[in-house]
């Protein structure tokens, strides 16, 4: 299977990676797999995949656990080493086509106390809510690399 194909499976077409890449053959390695299955948890386990209800947390935090998965990636990437290339053509466009945009814009209205302006936190939260979809997708995407049952919804509320 091409990485095109995989990143319409997944819902990931918004992503741009070149064409040379969208053309060449997916072919995780095990490295690969521990190595979604390692970001996998983390994305579950924080807000990034989690709702966030009105009047409930701080903005601040939820920006620094978005935040985190920068380092958390990179973490992994060297944990990891040279041998999960699938994965790490995948994580290094997730960040910093997805990611990156959000922290971009907030981490200079968090770092100036904007967050104390209540059109500021719905704003924040609306576009945190955005991010979730796409990080959501991303997480559905990491289980199947990893081979593990898709927890995305486990614990969501309908």
Not at 22 to 34: A, G, H, I, Y
Not at 68 to 89: D, M, N, P, Y
Not at 125 to 145: C, G, M, N, P
Request: hydrophobic fraction near 40%; include cysteine; aromatic fraction near 8%.
């Amino acid at each position: 299977m091409k990485w095109k194909d995989l990143l319409e499976r997944w819902g990931m077409t918004s992503l741009t990676l070149s064409v040379g890449v969208l053309e060449t053959e997916w072919q995780p390695s095990d490295p690969d797999r521990d190595a979604a299955w390692d970001l996998y948890i983390e994305l579950l386990t924080r807000i990034t995949t989690q709702p966030l209800a009105d009047r409930t947390g701080v903005e601040t935090i939820a920006l620094e656990s978005v935040h985190s998965l920068f380092s958390t990636t990179r973490e992994i990437l060297r944990a990891r080493g040279r041998r999960c290339v699938q994965f790490t053509r995948l994580a290094v466009v997730v960040l910093n086509q997805v990611v990156r945009p959000f922290t971009d814009k907030w981490h200079p209205v968090s770092m100036q106390g904007g967050f104390s302006d209540e059109a500021t936190r719905l704003e924040f939260r609306r576009e945190l809510h955005t991010l979730k979809q796409s990080l959501v997708t991303y997480a559905r995407a990491l289980a199947d690399i990893a081979g593990v049952e898709d927890l995305t919804e486990l614990s969501r509320k309908t």
